[in-house]
């Protein structure tokens, strides 16, 4: 069963940056897709960030040019460089996998808190 561990989080002023890490223990991570994403109270979560296998990127317009995802299969690692914070960036945000033929897995970690604030 996938498990996931999100950290990383914290308070930071506009402007500033955090990296946020999730490790992933049982799949084959080299062989998933991964993706950040994020939530606040009352709102659906949206995908921040996705990577595929390839190393193939895509991000939310919002966040272009100002976030990194990024991998390394040894660690079973994901990490999601953000820069540049706004507070519009505040919430808890979680990672996740899958492969070309399933969805997100339905176990989210616990997630990590971003707060941006001056």
């Known amino acids: 069963q996938v498990q996931l561990m999100e950290s990383g989080g914290g308070l930071v002023q506009p402007g500033g940056s955090l990296r946020l890490s999730c490790v992933a223990s049982?799949?084959?991570?080299?062989?998933?897709?991964l993706g950040w994403f994020r939530q606040t109270p009352g709102k659906q979560r949206e995908t921040v960030a996705a990577m595929n296998s390839g190393g193939r990127t895509n991000y939310l317009d919002s966040v272009k040019g100002r976030f990194t995802i990024s991998r390394d299969n040894a660690k079973n690692t994901v990490y999601l460089q953000m820069n540049n914070l706004k507070p519009e960036d505040t919430a808890v945000y979680y990672c996740?996998?899958?492969?070309?033929?399933?969805?997100?897995?339905?176990?989210w970690g616990q997630g990590t808190q971003v707060t941006v604030s001056s």
């Open positions: 996740n996998a899958r492969t070309v033929s399933q969805s997100w897995y339905d176990s």
């Open positions: 049982g799949i084959t991570f080299s062989a998933h897709a």
